[in-house]
């Protein structure tokens, strides 16, 4: 049987044999710690489950508008205007399951065989194979560590050329917590609208930021941006909802109807009983946000101090999202491996904690590690990693 050359073009995952060494060793019964979590290590808060379950008892439990329910909508919209001062109708808002299947979706509608998207490295890592299968070329531009791994207007420039559809700005990002300022993305913005090139602004960490810093959406910094940008959001980390799977895409009308076009020969429409628990996360009481934001500051405050004095890592402070990102270079020569993925696999084997390898990032000399897990679990993760140094360095 031929597969379809879309699914030969893709890369595996780099995390993959990480993971299932990892299962492997807690099926054997070794206290394995993993810092790969990419979701919050809450509950889902116990409001929007009670709307849920609210919802299936009154029957809400058959199919609803492909593009999403209009009362979902407006609560979205509502969340825009009280938030960021945006304004969207319901006809630039569509519902999807999930931010990930968003992101698909408007790929899938936007790129023609050949048209390049500009993805900043690091990336998180469904960006590149999304462009591809829809037909779209990746071109990378490097996100320097000396400038928090953010891009700069002359390098966007230098990418430019006439096939150039769109790039993706990821603020606060995954996997390195980076945060554009107002500034930096008017900049950013000035060449887009000059060249005419689509901004796709993934905002799901928007709600985590810390050190007094606050998101701001490139569709804030004025009228023409707002019209040149697709903001893709949702309720998976801000509201610690990964398993509901509701994420949305806001912008052009145009493109939104070609979005929920698609999602109706696919996707048919997101869960109806999750499109009514995030009317309630949105609807409801955000003090369980604020809560989690603090939790997750308060672990960034008391890790990273920990981490950057282990021999061989450096690590810039992240602003936002849930995770740390450190060049671990000289961590790696230290230890005599010739890779990040050697590497990580060596501190599986020996100390039993798993790390997800930079190179599944674009970042081949860096690692992540999530603190959406237990401050307990993470120093001690820390403790393991830093006698693995110390047993290993030549």
Not at 4 to 28: D, F, G, H, M, Q
Not at 58 to 69: F, I, P, Q, R, V
Not at 315 to 325: E, H, R
Not at 333 to 343: H, I, K, N, P, R
Request: charged share 20%.
């Amino acid at each position: 049987m031929e597969l379809a050359n879309r699914v030969k073009a893709l890369t595996p995952s780099t995390t993959l044999a990480i993971t299932a060494k990892a299962n492997a060793l807690k099926a054997e019964g070794h206290n394995v710690i993993g810092l790969g979590a990419g979701e919050p290590d809450f509950n889902t808060p116990d409001h929007i489950i009670e709307a849920a379950y609210q919802a299936m008892k009154e029957g809400h439990t058959k199919y609803t508008a492909s593009g999403g329910l209009l009362s979902l909508k407006h609560a979205i919209s509502r969340k825009f205007k009280e938030d960021q001062n945006l304004n969207y109708s319901p006809a630039e808002i569509v519902v999807g399951t999930g931010a990930k299947q968003s992101l698909y979706t408007l790929f899938q509608v936007l790129l023609n065989d050949g048209d390049e998207v500009i993805i900043p490295t690091p990336y998180w890592v469904s960006y590149p194979e999304q462009v591809k299968l829809a037909g779209g070329v990746p071109v990378y531009v490097e996100g320097k560590e000396e400038n928090a791994f953010k891009i700069t207007p002359s390098q966007l420039e230098e990418s430019v050329n006439n096939k150039t559809k769109a790039i993706i700005i990821n603020s606060p990002s995954n996997p390195t917590g980076s945060l554009y300022s107002e500034d930096e993305l008017k900049q950013l913005g000035e060449v887009c609208l000059k060249h005419n090139i689509l901004i796709v602004s993934d905002e799901i960490y928007e709600k985590l930021t810390y050190g007094g810093a606050s998101h701001v959406s490139i569709a804030q910094v004025s009228p023409e941006l707002k019209e040149q940008t697709i903001i893709i959001n949702g309720v998976s980390k801000s509201h610690s909802m990964t398993g509901w799977r509701i994420g949305y895409a806001a912008g052009n009308s145009t493109i939104i109807k070609a979005m929920t076009n698609l999602d109706s020969h696919s996707t048919s429409n997101p869960s109806t009983i999750s499109q009514y628990a995030a009317i309630a996360a949105y609807e409801g009481s955000q003090e369980p946000v604020e809560m989690m934001r603090k939790a997750f500051e308060s672990r960034l405050d008391t890790v990273y101090e920990k981490l950057i004095q282990i021999p061989g890592f450096s690590c810039v402070k992240p602003k936002g999202a849930f995770y740390l990102f450190p060049n671990v270079k000289e961590a790696i020569q230290l230890t005599g491996f010739s890779t990040v993925d050697e590497w990580v696999a060596a501190l599986l084997e020996e100390e039993k904690v798993a790390l997800v390898p930079g190179s599944g990032f674009g970042s081949p000399d860096n690692v992540r590690l999530s603190y959406a897990t237990s401050l307990e679990k993470f120093e001690e993760a820390l403790e393991r990693i830093e006698r693995f140094m110390k047993k290993n360095s030549k």
